[in-house]
């Protein structure tokens, strides 16, 4: 039985505190979650210790890239060029001297930290919850912990540290930003490979051979690599209608205020782009299954905040810089669990950055650095079933609306549940019989009045719901989306980039039926007569 921790810290930030601390606990075959609510106060050391600790780990970082750039001037070192192995153990004690220079500082901010975040969360107001949570959690379970800010030390304190977390070997925990929606991707024709687009972006000072073997390695896996990408190979390869089940990149990045940067090539111009230059072509992406994005470059926290905001299921980035070893031993103890191994996200996360331990003699801080970014309406994805597809039993607007039914009665374990068995059944009926034994049965009454009522609405509208364009394949896209998006925005708010995200999940349809799928979902009659007519000029 899974268990899941949702903690939202309300209002307020660390200089002032937190007033009003939600926390939920959501178990597997109740419909309702036990709520918990309580207090933190305010801990502005926690911001000093973060600047400090990030500006020691900064400073042992750029020492590292120092020593490397040492391997490649073979003046300053007396070892014989012909023999290689020798060499590189000469410069692996030069590396490890020069990081040893501040381990002693370093590791006494960690352990500062890391005493000064447990000691804040054991502060009356909290620490009931806390005892609320160890009454009624097994050791031996999984557990998935979401934190609910947008607040960026909060985002960036080591959580794992939690006293907590430590006693409960099963458990991880993910961010999250405060608002998130719960949005079905369309059907897709089901197939047996993993579609992995793995980007390898500007290898400036870090080599990224290691990521594409264990990439190669994965048998159950259609892999397209993009090397050194342009912006419009790029582009062209995220909207490809086939879709991408996972999103890998590897190379340079960089957090810029709430948004995330990441260098694609070494050309001297037009090498790199924000994730808002990528949003159009990532809506498309995510519409057409993009399930996981995985970033192993440095400073990742803004790439995830922006992809938070498209509504992305699961990302996992670097809150750090990080080195290239670190991030390549991350990844390929991350693909072990979770690709060959079968794994959970959550345990596959855990295990790996767990590893990470043992070269933190020298890449200090190393397990503080990978961090799971999830959509808690959205079930994180598992190895076994991403690529299956939702068959045709029920349209993707009744899929919705049957998924709604269960989370109130089941609740957030609904969307899992439902994705499993429309992969293995071939029929309404059958999706029905299925589905009983989940529910208690004052459930199963009121489930199959529903989802009677429901069926009744998918025979009037199945032809209609299941009418597929054949013809001439004309296509969405990224140009004409972000036509739609800035003339929606102009009209209607922000509430646009929803209803485009809304009708991209309907399912392929022409430009035009594009259109005009978007102009009905706009309830004022002036308003969508006047989208109509600006796209019309437009076209």
Same mark, same amino acid.
């Given at each position: 039985m899974n268990k899941a921790i949702l903690i939202n810290l309300g209002s307020g930030d660390l200089n002032t505190g937190f007033a009003?601390?939600?926390?939920?606990?959501?178990?597997?075959?109740?419909?309702?979650?036990?709520?918990?609510?309580?207090?933190?106060?305010?801990?502005?050391?926690?911001?000093?210790?973060?600047?400090?600790?990030?500006?020691?780990?900064?400073?042992?970082?750029?020492?590292?890239?120092?020593?490397?750039?040492?391997?490649k001037q073979p003046q300053l070192t007396s070892v014989?060029?012909?023999?290689?192995?020798?060499?590189?153990?000469?410069?692996?004690?030069?590396?490890?001297?020069?990081?040893?220079?501040?381990?002693?500082?370093?590791?006494?901010?960690?352990?500062?930290?890391?005493? +000064?975040? /447990?000691?804040?969360? %054991?502060?009356?107001?909290? =620490?009931?919850?806390? &005892?609320q949570l160890r009454s009624q959690l097994d050791r031996e379970l999984e557990i998935q912990v979401t934190l609910e800010t947008n607040d960026g030390i909060l985002?960036?304190?080591?959580?794992?540290?939690?006293?907590?977390?430590?006693?409960?070997?099963?458990?991880?925990?993910?961010?999250?930003?405060?608002?998130?929606?719960?949005?079905?991707?369309?059907?897709?024709?089901?197939?047996?490979?993993?579609?992995?687009?793995?980007?390898?972006?500007?290898?400036?000072?870090?080599?990224?051979?290691?990521?594409?073997?264990?990439?190669?390695?994965?048998?159950?896996?259609?892999?397209?690599?993009?090397?050194?990408?342009?912006q419009t190979e790029l582009n062209r390869q995220l909207v490809d209608p086939q879709g991408w089940e996972i999103?890998?990149?590897?190379?340079?990045?960089?957090?810029?205020?709430?948004?995330?940067?990441?260098?694609? +090539?070494? /050309?001297?111009?037009? %090498?790199?782009?924000?994730? =808002?230059?990528?949003? &159009?072509?990532?809506?498309?992406?995510?519409?057409?299954?993009?399930?996981?994005?995985?970033?192993?470059?440095?400073?990742?926290?803004?790439?995830?905040?922006?992809?938070?905001?498209?509504?992305i299921p699961t990302t996992i980035i670097m809150r750090e810089q990080v080195p290239n070893r670190v991030a390549q031993e991350f990844f390929k103890y991350f693909l072990q669990g979770f690709a060959l191994?079968?794994?959970?996200?959550?345990?596959?996360?855990?295990?790996?950055?767990?590893?990470?331990?043992?070269?933190?003699?020298?890449?200090?801080?190393?397990?503080?650095l990978p961090v799971i970014c999830q959509n808690p309406a959205i079930e994180p994805p598992i190895w076994l079933n991403i690529t299956e597809s939702v068959r045709l039993v029920l349209s993707t607007e009744k899929i919705y609306a049957f998924q709604k039914i269960l989370l109130d009665l089941i609740g957030p374990i609904a969307p899992n549940l439902l994705q499993n068995l429309l992969t293995q059944v071939s029929n309404y009926e059958d999706l029905m019989r299925r589905l009983l034994p989940y529910l208690s049965t004052t459930q199963q009454v009121?489930?199959?009045q529903k989802a009677n009522s429901l069926l009744e609405q998918l025979s009037a509208n199945l032809e209609e719901d299941n009418d597929v364009v054949n013809g001439e394949k004309e296509i969405v896209d990224a140009?004409?989306?972000?036509?739609?998006?800035?003339?929606l925005i102009e009209l209607v708010g922000p509430i646009g980039n929803i209803l485009i995200q809304q009708v991209l999940n309907l399912g392929e349809r022409p430009p035009n039926a594009f259109i005009e799928a978007l102009a009905a979902k706009i309830p004022d009659p002036q308003l969508r007569g006047k989208f109509q007519q600006r796209m019309r000029k437009v076209d």
């Open positions: 009003r601390v939600t926390v939920q606990l959501w178990v597997s075959g109740y419909s309702r979650p036990q709520q918990f609510v309580g207090s933190l106060p305010a801990a502005p050391i926690l911001v000093q210790l973060y600047r400090n600790w990030q500006s020691i780990y900064t400073h042992l970082c750029s020492r590292l890239v120092d020593a490397n750039e040492l391997r014989d060029k012909s023999n290689k192995d020798d060499d590189d153990d000469e410069l692996e004690i030069i590396s490890e001297g020069i990081t040893n220079i501040s381990q002693v500082n370093f590791d006494e901010v960690c352990q500062l930290l890391e005493e +000064n975040l /447990n000691a804040w969360l %054991n502060t009356p107001g909290f =620490a009931g919850i806390d &005892a985002r960036r304190l080591p959580w794992h540290c939690w006293q907590f977390l430590q006693d409960y070997p099963q458990a991880e925990l993910a961010l999250s930003q405060p608002e998130y929606i719960r949005q079905p991707q369309k059907q897709r024709e089901s197939h047996n490979q993993i579609r992995i687009l793995a980007v390898l972006a500007s290898t400036d000072g870090i080599d990224l051979a290691a990521e594409q073997r264990f990439l190669e390695d994965l048998q159950d896996a259609q892999i397209h690599f993009l090397a050194n990408p342009s999103l890998f990149f590897a190379g340079h990045s960089h957090t810029e205020g709430e948004t995330g940067r990441i260098y694609l +090539n070494e /050309n001297p111009t037009d %090498n790199s782009l924000t994730i =808002a230059e990528l949003q &159009a072509d990532l809506k498309i992406a995510i519409a057409n299954g993009l399930k996981l994005a995985v970033f192993n470059s440095c400073d990742g926290l803004g790439l995830a905040n922006s992809l938070g905001k498209l509504y191994s079968h794994l959970s996200l959550y345990t596959s996360v855990r295990r790996a950055r767990e590893r990470l331990k043992v070269i933190e003699n020298e890449f200090p801080g190393a397990s503080w009121e489930f199959q140009e004409l989306i972000r036509r739609c998006e800035q003339i």
